[in-house]
Every structure is written in structure tokens, then in C-alpha cells.
């Protein structure tokens, strides 16, 4: 039994390192992407770039330009007097938004005790707009609240007291310096392993199929779990292999704290990784051609990784889709990653996330071994 | 002629005779797009946050009662200690803890200066960042409305206009970029394994000894498959629409017809794919573990391309979808015309002009 898995080991290997168009594919391929996308996951919003409007031409309306042009989150793209230039700056997406202040914006202030700014803001990208808002509001509370100091001083009818502030301190937990690539890193690698391992055997025995091959194996005396197992367990490896390799090398490379033991992280990515490939040997039973394989394999990665919590969070999504996200693998490892390397999880902390992994894998793994048939 | 016409008819039988990929094919693109529509969200809803009230007088009620309020926050637990907060953060539930400092109300009355402290898990750093901002501006609101107007002399306001997403739908964004990156992936996926099938079943030697020019083969492979995507990218503009909708503001024959560029760009990427590569299995690796990441993650779909360093934003530009994003949005939202999007046209047709002769320079006519 172990002699006949050992022997369909070495053949795929075998396989798998004569093939050199593939070899590269499979291991540079993923730690390129690694490096270099873990560089793009950010939603932090700075260098809005914005047009300003200045009718009024006062001291007043002078200082809220000035303001806008010390803010770390503005950049002035121009300066006009006209809101057509202004509104074609923003549908040619020279500017994110532009303000207006209107004529006669001080006099009238002074008169009527209140006067209005203008904000336009390109809101496609609908976090970005309302989030450009809010700078722009705390732009003009700073400049309201210099104003009532002028005045105090000046009249001395009010006292320090009756203008009421609320200070705001805030401090960031386990990421004090929002370093992004702390949290993207080991994701990207997650996702990158689930890809290749779910891909590799999804291909494997559909490939054989296509080619006719697995027609010679159907007549050997190899039983189906031994075929499988001879199968699966060089993916494996790679996988795992490029999971502790990825990590290393991104710790390299980007320094990213990690608190907890890596036996933790291994252990459940070990699990994870049957699972994975679990996947991939469920679609490589009920598909007839590579192409098809492939298709299953792209939506089920699509659905995994656009739903597993790394690029947007989970919390944001409706109730029905959180919970179709407790079916989803890379959801847990991602948890799993967060707790473990960022909040020192041991493994009582994730119990559950090995339970569950556990569970599935069982359940994957036994449907795909029961639909294998060696009659075609 | 007629031998050209054969051999199209001849893919489209291959394509239709495989109902099984027949059905992914249209099925996919539909369930991901209704799927992804409603749950893909930069949107901060019902965060939980935990609130240390050291006070709990009037005031941080009030202003409690006004983060609560909003659409953001629900309130996960009361905390009492310093300690507590810790433990709440551990369980991996809560995203925020707001913290009013003792005598709250008497120190603002006294003093006209309290401290409230927000801790923010930023093991995300993403929402993390965005609940701060939420959290701030609700309380920045609070101190304006606060203060009565007749202490302070005079009062600037601002009066926003949201342009063309004045509702700041999620979908807005994602509907465009879904369908970019599902076109660019169907599209170079199955062209990419066109030739190589051929190759890997013995069946090109065929293609290759028939009077058909290899420019021909090509062609004819391609046309089925633009057809087939061409039937996805209105499917998902429909569902956009009458499902999510998301309008279509610009000029919709325009609208199609940069469809149409961008699915022979990713067709003819995968010719390209198809052409260097010897089995289906090195193509499809190529196509979609290669396209995959990149493309979801630097054509700007889920992250603004310019909050990306230099080096990523110049990386990005080598991406026909990131080029394609911009279209889409542009005709799509805002309504603009060819003298806006010009550029980006120009630089997808260069694609497709560089893509097909690379396909055809490294297309062998012997094997």
C-alpha cells in the first residue's frame, strides 16, 4: 500500500519537475505577485486633488485656501473663477472635487452671521466622496473656530468657556502605525496558495481524462484512495512548501510582526491546504474537460476571494452573505492569519477555526473520493 | 471564403456541442455578478463598537445616542474598567471602543474642553482607518451643533453635492469593475487554451496542413468567443441596471462598442497566451493564476490606483483592464463622450494591435 503511494509520489514529482514551462509558473509566479501586490491594498485616503473656486478674493477667503493647501489630504490642482473649468476638471478626473466660495462670501457673512461654501465632490467611489467630506468639514470647523477666537478676543464678551470643544485622541490596537502590508501580505499569500493548489489539482485527473491516460491507471490493481493520495500529496507539498517559503520571504522583505508561534499557523495551514485541494479534486471529478475544470475552478476563487474578508470586510456585507462567507475556507485562514500573527493567538484561540477546517476537509475530500470512479 | 465560413461554423459547434461549459459560461458571469453586487462593500455599516462611559451624565449620553444613531455603529457592550476593553477587543467582535472621560459634562461646562479616547482595531488597517473617520466626523457634527450659534459671531457652512452617485451606492464603484475583471478573465481564458487544445490533442497538425491561413484560424476562433463575451458584457450592463441600478448615463451604442475593444484586447491576449504556450494546462496557469490577482487587485476595481506607490502605479498601466475601468466608469456614470476617454481608447487598441502581432509572429506553422 505505502510502496505503490510512494511510487505514484515519485511519478508525479517527476511529472511535475520535468515540465520546465510549468515549474517557473508554479513557484516564481506567486512569490512575483506576492512582493509586488501586497503594495496595492490600501483605501487610505490622501492627495485629493481639488479645484478652488474663489469668487471672493477676501483676506477670509484667501485663509480657507491657505488651509486647504497645508492639508496633508489636498492637493490644489487649480485655481478658477469659473464652475464649468471646475466641473470639467472633475468629469476628466483631473480633480476628485472642487469648492466654490461665492461672491461677496465675507460681507455677507458678516451680515447675515452665516454664509455657505460650496462642495462638489465626485462620489463613484462612495467611501472616497464621503470621506473627502468630512476633510472639507473639518477644514471649515478649524476655520469657524479661529474665527470665534478672533472675536473673543476682540469683544471679550464671551469667556474661553462658552465655545465648547471635544478633544479627540485615538490610538490604533494592533497595527499602531496602519501599516497595511502587515495585514496584507500573509493574506495575498493565502490567496495565492488556495490558487495554485486548488488549480493544480483541479487539472490533475481531468487532465489524465482528456488525454486518456487515466484509462491506463483505471486498469492497474492502484486502488482509488491510493491513486488519490499519489495525486494530492505532491501538491500538497508544493503548497505547504511555498506557504513557509512565501511567509519567510515576506518577512524578509516587509518585517511584519509576528506575535504568535508559527506551529500554530502551520498546523492550520496544513489543514487548510487539504481542504484546498480538496476543492480542486471535487471539480476534477465532476468535469469532463481542463477547460471546464478551469472554469469551476476560476468561479469558486472568485467567489472565495472577492468574499473572504481580505479586500473588504466581511462586517460590511448583508446578513445572507456573511453567512454564505461561514462556507468559505479562505475566510478562516485569513482569521486565522490576523489572530495569529497580529493578536498572538495560541491554539485554544482557534480552536474553532480548526474545527471547522477540519469538518470540511472531511466532507470535501469524502465527496470527491465517492464521485471518483475508475470506470469512465 | 466558404473554407473560412466553414471553420467558423466549425467552433461554434465545437462551443455549443459542450453544453456543460455552455452553462458556466452564461451561469457564472450572472450568479457573481449578483452576488458580488450586493456583498463587495467599502461601506462602514453596523460596526460594533464597545463604549467605556466613565461620566454617564447628559452629554455623553447624547453624544453615545448620536453615534448609535447613525447607520455605522451598532453598540456591542457597555464596558465599565479600563480592563475590560482588552478582553472585548480579544473576542474578535467589536472594532472600536469609545471612551468619555470622568465628569465629562462638568469639565466641557467648566472648561469648554473634554476628552473622549476611541481605540481603534486596526488589525485592519483598511476599516480601521474609515471608523476613525466616521466616528470623528459624527463627533465633530455633535460640537457644532453643540455650541448655540448666538455664542459665536458668524458661521461658515458647507453645502455639498455628491456628483453622479449622490446616494454613495457601494455598487456604483464595483458594478463597472466587476465587469471588467469577469470579461478579462473569460475572454483570455478560453482563447488562451484555443490553440493549445489543438496542440495537446494532436488535432493542430490538421489546422496546420489545411489550405486555411493561419491568420484565418485565428480569426475564426476569435469570433465565437467575442460573440459569447459580447452576450456576457450586456447580460451583466442589464443586470447592472434593473438589478443594482447602476445607470447607464452615456451614450450606449459608444458604451457597446468600447465593450467590444476591450473583448478583443483580452481575446487576443489569450491568442497571444495560446500561441507561446505547448499544453492547456501552462496556458490556463498563465491565464488565470497570472491574471487573476493582478487584475482584481491593480486595475483600480476594489483600490484606487492612485493611492498606490509610484512604482505600483506604473506597473499597473501594462493592464488593459485598468484602462478599460476607466471607460467604463466614465460612460457609464458620468456620461462622458469619446473627447474625454480618447486616451484610453487609443491605449486599448494599441493592446489589441501589439497582442495580435505577437500572436502572430510566435504562431508556428510547423510543430
Do not use: C
Amino acid at each position: 500500500m505505502i510502496r505503490v503511494i510512494k511510487f505514484l509520489i515519485i511519478k508525479e514529482f517527476k511529472q511535475i519537475f520535468r515540465n520546465k514551462s510549468m515549474l517557473p509558473l508554479i513557484f516564481m509566479m506567486p512569490l512575483l505577485q506576492l512582493l509586488i501586490l501586497a503594495n496595492a491594498a490600501t483605501f487610505e485616503i490622501k492627495n485629493l486633488n481639488i479645484v478652488i473656486i474663489d469668487k471672493d478674493q477676501t483676506s477670509l477667503s484667501r485663509n480657507i485656501a491657505g488651509k486647504f493647501k497645508g492639508s496633508k489630504y489636498f492637493n490644489i490642482v487649480g485655481y478658477t473663477f469659473n464652475q464649468k473649468t471646475a466641473e470639467r476638471e472633475i468629469q476628466n478626473r483631473h480633480a476628485d472635487l472642487y469648492i466654490e466660495i461665492p461672491n461677496n462670501f465675507e460681507r455677507d457673512l458678516i451680515r447675515e452671521q452665516t454664509n455657505k461654501i460650496l462642495v462638489v465632490v465626485n462620489a463613484i467611489d462612495g467611501a472616497k466622496g464621503s470621506i473627502s467630506n468630512f476633510y472639507v468639514q473639518n477644514i471649515i470647523n478649524d476655520v469657524n473656530k479661529e474665527i470665534a477666537e478672533k472675536y473673543l478676543i476682540q469683544s471679550n464678551t464671551l469667556v474661553a468657556a462658552d465655545f465648547k470643544q471635544i478633544d479627540l485622541n485615538y490610538s490604533f490596537w494592533y497595527n499602531p502605525d496602519l501599516n497595511y502590508k502587515t495585514f496584507m501580505v500573509p493574506g495575498i499569500l493565502v490567496l495565492l496558495v488556495t490558487l495554485i493548489g486548488t488549480f493544480l489539482s483541479s487539472m490533475n485527473i481531468v487532465r489524465e481524462k482528456e488525454i486518456g491516460t487515466l484509462e491506463s491507471i483505471n486498469v492497474t490493481p492502484i486502488n482509488k484512495i491510493q491513486f488519490i493520495i499519489g495525486k494530492q500529496t505532491p501538491i500538497w507539498i508544493i503548497g505547504m512548501f511555498e506557504l513557509v517559503f512565501g511567509l519567510t520571504l515576506a518577512e524578509l522583505v516587509y518585517h511584519i510582526p509576528f506575535l504568535g508561534s508559527p506551529v500554530v499557523l502551520f498546523t492550520f495551514g496544513a489543514l487548510y491546504l487539504s481542504l484546498a485541494l480538496g476543492v480542486g479534486l471535487l471539480i476534477s471529478t465532476v468535469t469532463e474537460t481542463q477547460q471546464q475544470a478551469m472554469f469551476f475552478t476560476w468561479f469558486f476563487m472568485m467567489l472565495f476571494i472577492l468574499l473572504g474578508g481580505l479586500f473588504t470586510a466581511i462586517e460590511n456585507m448583508p446578513a445572507w452573505a456573511q453567512t454564505i462567507t461561514l462556507f468559505n475556507p479562505i475566510r478562516y485562514f485569513i482569521e486565522v492569519v490576523r489572530l495569529v500573527m497580529l493578536k498572538g493567538a495560541g491554539f485554544a484561540d482557534v480552536k474553532n477555526h480548526l474545527i471547522v477546517i477540519s469538518i470540511m476537509s472531511v466532507v470535501i475530500n469524502g465527496l470527491a473520493v465517492f464521485r471518483y470512479r475508475k470506470t469512465t | 471564403m466558404r473554407k473560412f465560413y466553414g471553420f467558423v461554423i466549425k467552433e461554434f459547434l465545437h462551443i455549443f456541442r459542450d453544453k456543460r461549459t455552455l452553462i458556466i459560461l452564461f451561469g457564472m458571469p450572472v450568479v457573481q455578478i449578483l452576488l458580488f453586487g450586493f456583498a463587495i462593500t467599502n461601506e462602514i455599516k453596523d460596526a460594533n463598537i464597545a463604549i467605556l462611559d466613565l461620566s454617564k451624565d447628559a452629554t455623553t449620553q447624547k453624544i453615545t445616542n448620536k453615534i448609535l444613531s447613525s447607520k455605522y455603529f451598532l453598540l456591542y457592550q457597555n464596558l465599565n474598567t479600563y480592563d475590560e476593553i482588552e478582553k472585548v477587543f480579544r473576542t474578535g467582535k467589536i472594532k472600536e471602543v469609545v471612551i468619555f472621560e470622568q465628569k465629562f459634562e462638568e469639565q466641557m461646562k467648566k472648561t469648554g474642553k473634554a476628552n473622549v479616547q476611541i481605540i481603534v482595531d486596526a488589525a485592519d488597517p483598511n476599516t480601521g482607518n474609515t471608523i476613525l473617520n466616521y466616528t470623528t466626523a459624527i463627533i465633530n457634527n455633535f460640537v457644532r451643533e453643540y455650541n448655540p450659534t448666538s455664542n459665536i459671531p458668524y458661521f461658515i457652512d458647507i453645502q455639498s453635492r455628491l456628483r453622479y452617485n449622490p446616494e454613495l451606492k457601494g455598487v456604483f464603484l464595483f458594478v463597472p469593475g466587476l465587469i471588467a475583471i469577469i470579461l478579462m478573465l473569460v475572454s483570455a481564458m478560453m482563447s488562451s487554451i484555443s490553440l493549445t487544445k489543438e496542440k495537446e490533442t494532436g488535432t493542430m497538425e490538421v489546422l496546420l496542413v489545411s489550405p486555411v491561413k493561419p491568420a484565418q484560424v485565428i480569426i475564426a476562433k476569435v469570433i465565437p468567443y467575442s460573440l459569447l463575451s459580447f452576450i456576457n458584457a450586456v447580460t451583466i450592463l442589464l443586470l447592472g441596471k434593473f438589478v443594482f441600478g447602476v445607470p447607464i448615463v452615456g451614450n450606449l451604442p459608444f458604451l457597446l462598442s468600447e465593450v467590444i475593444l476591450f473583448i478583443l484586447t483580452s481575446l487576443s491576449l489569450g491568442i497571444f497566451i495560446s500561441t507561446v504556450t505547448s499544453s492547456q494546462q501552462v496556458a490556463l496557469m498563465i491565464s488565470l493564476v497570472g491574471l487573476m490577482l493582478p487584475t482584481i487587485l491593480l486595475s483600480g476595481f476594489i483600490y484606487p490606483i492612485e493611492n498606490m506607490p509610484l512604482f505600483l502605479q506604473i506597473i499597473s498601466n501594462i493592464l488593459p483592464a485598468r484602462w478599460f475601468l476607466i471607460i467604463l466608469r466614465d460612460v457609464m456614470l458620468k456620461g462622458s463622450d469619446i473627447t474625454y476617454v480618447w486616451k484610453e481608447t487609443l491605449i486599448l487598441f494599441g493592446f489589441l494591435l501589439f497582442f495580435i502581432g505577437l500572436s502572430v509572429k510566435n504562431y508556428k506553422v510547423r510543430l
